[in-house]
């Protein structure tokens, strides 16, 4: 009896032991896409590319009072992070009066209206209203969203009739426009007015109209108007203090406002964001990039490299734009750029003819080097980084060609996308990289699988962004990486690769993607049929290991 009860006790414990390590599990497992809402599961409707319904694209975006339209695709899958912050920026937005519209860019349809509204990655957010849409260039995230509508929902501008009210303005927005008017000036009133239409779209630019003069006057004599009629831009910084810019209306006769507004509520130098690249693209200037170590190391050295950008900026005011970027964020823009990676800090500059220029990494970064860096660049002195490649490329011998994989250059990689009968396949990486080497060892042998079982419908392709410059509409933040362009849609933004670097987890997302249909056997298709009997076998043995070992658990309770 004593022997039965020490079992009974030794199984209770073992069924204990058992459940709690898989409930320890249960709770440690981290959350992977699917705990996550769905794609456009947020918002008040669905809106489609196409039809003549009141919930088609065409329709929605004609609304006289303005929507806000978030574009996402069920096919982007870092798109359903998003969802939280759109479904609480949904409520927020009723409230307010407004409406949320969501749309999927993923369908055939959707084609030209990418191109239309300039949507160039997702998710993107758009305000649209009379047929025209405005990108939004802020964080999305719900109080910034529901700002965003409250501001559209607005007049572009507010009035304000003493010094006390200019006061409060500018210190409640990060930039703010005062214009500060008589009567008299209304040609000035007018321009002031369309500019604050022009930029309303703007999240961070706000508009007062001041036609006192008293309260002008207290202005200038508190030297926060320098003159009365003027405009005045005052930009709060983020270290507390204030940058002012004046415009005088006798000088502005020749000045484009909104344009003067666009370049001045910009910092003289900021980090580079997502959210700010657009707005400095917009000022049609070059762009002078500074790459930093983001480590907290190297934070001492990259405050000094900073500080010698700012006074490189103050020289070529409103002649060039200048950002910092992080090597963490903007790593791989340097390798595009024709920069060495992972040596900081780097200058280059980024043009609006797609030409790319190189600061030598060899020289010490100063305002001096970097003046005259500039200098020479404005006095077409400079030679484009891809006619140095081109230089570098013809004095070395070519290399062969892999199988069916084809290697490309900035000549021939859009007249290999664009195959309307293949869905094309492009890898974008850096030759001589340790890392991207391993990953090519994966891709080339998902390329002998695809050829072995005569799939001919994927084409693939392989660009080296370390000797070529590829096209902007192409994503090389994260390198090395795998675009789709489908046979049915050969119009940006294409899908891209996020899963780990092996062959089985590529080439199953193959049929996920492709818009011709693909066929595999079974869910190895990295394996031949030698490797697959093997594999089998390799499972069967597990399996019956496993049973064994669940049998002799049993048995010992």
Same mark, same amino acid.
């Given at each position: 009896?004593?022997?039965?009860?020490?079992?009974?006790?030794?199984?209770?414990?073992?069924?204990? $032991?058992? +459940?709690?390590?898989?409930?320890?599990?249960?709770?440690?497992?981290?959350?992977?896409?699917?705990?996550?809402?769905?794609?456009?599961?947020?918002?008040?409707?669905? @809106?489609?590319?196409?039809?003549?319904?009141?919930?088609?694209? &065409?329709?929605?975006?004609?609304?006289?009072?303005?929507? =806000?339209?978030?574009?996402? @695709?069920?096919?982007?899958?870092?798109?359903?992070?998003?969802?939280?912050?759109?479904?609480?920026?949904?409520?927020?937005?009723?409230?307010?009066?407004?409406?949320?519209?969501?749309?999927?860019?993923?369908?055939?349809?959707?084609?030209?209206?990418?191109?239309?509204?300039?949507?160039?990655?997702?998710?993107?957010?758009?305000?649209?209203?009379?047929?025209?849409?405005?990108?939004?260039?802020?964080?999305?995230?719900?109080?910034?969203?529901?700002?965003?509508?409250?501001?559209?929902?607005?007049?572009? %501008?507010?009035?304000?009739?003493?010094?006390?009210?200019?006061?409060?303005?500018?210190?409640?927005?990060?930039?703010?426009?005062?214009?500060?008017?008589?009567?008299?000036?209304?040609?000035?009133?007018?321009?002031?007015?369309?500019?604050?239409?022009? =930029?309303?779209?703007? $999240?961070?630019?706000?508009?007062?109209?001041?036609?006192?003069?008293?309260?002008?006057?207290?202005?200038?004599?508190?030297?926060?108007?320098?003159?009365?009629?003027?405009?005045?831009?005052?930009?709060?910084? &983020?270290?507390?203090?204030?940058?002012?810019?004046?415009?005088?209306? @006798?000088?502005?006769?020749?000045?484009?406002?909104?344009?003067?507004?666009?370049?001045?509520?910009?910092?003289?130098?900021?980090?580079?964001?997502?959210?700010?690249?657009?707005?400095?693209?917009?000022?049609?200037?070059?762009?002078?990039?500074?790459?930093?170590?983001?480590?907290?190391?190297?934070?001492?050295?990259?405050?000094?490299?900073?500080?010698?950008?700012?006074?490189?900026?103050?020289? #070529?005011?409103?002649?060039?734009?200048?950002?910092?970027?992080?090597?963490?964020? %903007?790593?791989?823009?340097?390798?595009? =750029?024709?920069?060495?990676?992972?040596? #900081?800090?780097?200058?280059?500059?980024?043009?609006?003819?797609?030409?790319?220029?190189?600061?030598?990494?060899?020289?010490?970064?100063?305002?001096?080097? +970097?003046?005259? #860096?500039?200098?020479?660049?404005?006095?077409?002195?400079?030679?484009?980084?891809?006619?140095?490649?081109?230089?570098?490329?013809?004095?070395?011998?070519?290399?062969?060609?892999?199988?069916?994989?084809?290697? =490309?250059?900035?000549?021939?990689?859009?007249?290999?996308?664009?195959?309307?009968?293949?869905?094309?396949?492009?890898? %974008?990486?850096?030759?001589?990289?340790?890392?991207?080497?391993?990953?090519?060892?994966?891709?080339?042998?998902?390329?002998?699988?695809?050829?072995?079982?005569?799939?001919?419908?994927?084409?693939?392709?392989?660009?080296?962004?370390?000797? $070529?410059?590829?096209?902007?509409?192409?994503?090389?933040?994260?390198?090395?990486?795998?675009?789709?362009?489908?046979?049915?849609?050969?119009?940006?933004?294409?899908?891209?690769?996020?899963?780990?670097?092996?062959?089985?987890?590529?080439?199953?997302?193959?049929?996920?993607?492709?818009?011709?249909?693909?066929?595999?056997?079974?869910?190895?298709?990295?394996?031949?049929?030698?490797?697959?009997?093997?594999?089998?076998?390799?499972?069967?043995?597990?399996?019956?290991?496993?049973?064994?070992?669940?049998?002799?658990?049993?048995?010992? +309770?």
């Amino acid at each position: 009896a004593m022997s039965r009860t020490w079992q009974l006790l030794i199984g209770i414990l073992c069924l204990l $032991h058992a +459940l709690c390590s898989t409930i320890q599990a249960s709770a440690t497992v981290a959350p992977d896409a699917s705990d996550q809402p769905p794609v456009m599961s947020a918002g008040h409707m669905n @809106a489609s590319c196409s039809g003549k319904s009141s919930t088609s694209l &065409p329709k929605v975006i004609k609304s006289k009072k303005g929507i =806000l339209l978030g574009i996402t @695709a069920t096919s982007c899958r870092h798109c359903r992070s998003f969802e939280p912050h759109y479904a609480e920026a949904a409520d927020s937005i009723k409230e307010l009066g407004g409406k949320f519209v969501r749309v999927d860019m993923d369908g055939r349809s959707c084609q030209d209206w990418r191109e239309r509204i300039g949507v160039e990655g997702l998710p993107a957010i758009k305000w649209c209203k009379k047929g025209k849409c405005f990108h939004y260039h802020g964080k999305q995230t719900a109080p910034e969203l529901s700002a965003f509508v409250a501001k559209q929902l607005k007049p572009p %501008f507010e009035t304000g009739n003493s010094f006390d009210s200019v006061k409060s303005f500018m210190n409640a927005h990060d930039v703010s426009v005062v214009a500060f008017l008589s009567e008299s000036d209304e040609d000035d009133f007018e321009d002031f007015k369309d500019s604050a239409k022009m =930029l309303q779209a703007r $999240h961070n630019v706000f508009f007062m109209a001041v036609q006192s003069k008293k309260a002008a006057e207290a202005a200038v004599q508190a030297e926060w108007a320098e003159r009365f009629p003027c405009i005045v831009l005052s930009r709060n910084l &983020p270290s507390g203090g204030v940058k002012r810019s004046y415009l005088s209306l @006798a000088e502005g006769s020749e000045t484009s406002l909104s344009k003067w507004i666009s370049s001045k509520s910009l910092l003289l130098v900021d980090e580079l964001t997502g959210e700010n690249f657009k707005m400095y693209e917009d000022l049609r200037l070059p762009m002078g990039i500074m790459f930093l170590n983001s480590s907290s190391e190297a934070s001492d050295a990259s405050a000094k490299a900073i500080a010698e950008l700012e006074l490189t900026a103050a020289h #070529f005011l409103d002649k060039m734009v200048f950002v910092w970027a992080s090597s963490e964020s %903007f790593g791989s823009r340097m390798v595009t =750029l024709g920069l060495k990676p992972n040596i #900081f800090p780097s200058f280059a500059l980024n043009t609006m003819d797609g030409h790319r220029y190189a600061l030598d990494q060899d020289v010490s970064v100063t305002q001096f080097s +970097l003046r005259k #860096f500039c200098d020479s660049f404005l006095k077409g002195q400079l030679e484009p980084v891809e006619i140095q490649r081109k230089k570098r490329r013809l004095s070395k011998p070519k290399t062969a060609q892999y199988g069916s994989i084809v290697e =490309l250059e900035a000549e021939t990689l859009e007249t290999f996308i664009q195959n309307t009968r293949k869905d094309v396949v492009v890898m %974008f990486y850096v030759s001589g990289s340790s890392e991207h080497e391993i990953f090519i060892k994966h891709w080339r042998k998902a390329a002998d699988r695809l050829e072995v079982m005569n799939i001919s419908s994927v084409m693939m392709g392989q660009f080296d962004v370390g000797t $070529h410059t590829p096209p902007n509409y192409i994503s090389t933040d994260k390198l090395p990486s795998i675009m789709m362009a489908p046979a049915n849609d050969k119009v940006p933004p294409f899908r891209y690769y996020h899963g780990k670097g092996k062959v089985r987890p590529f080439m199953n997302w193959l049929p996920e993607v492709a818009s011709i249909p693909i066929h595999f056997e079974n869910d190895t298709p990295d394996l031949d049929a030698e490797m697959r009997k093997a594999y089998e076998e390799q499972m069967a043995e597990r399996e019956q290991r496993l049973k064994e070992k669940q049998k002799n658990a049993k048995n010992e +309770l």
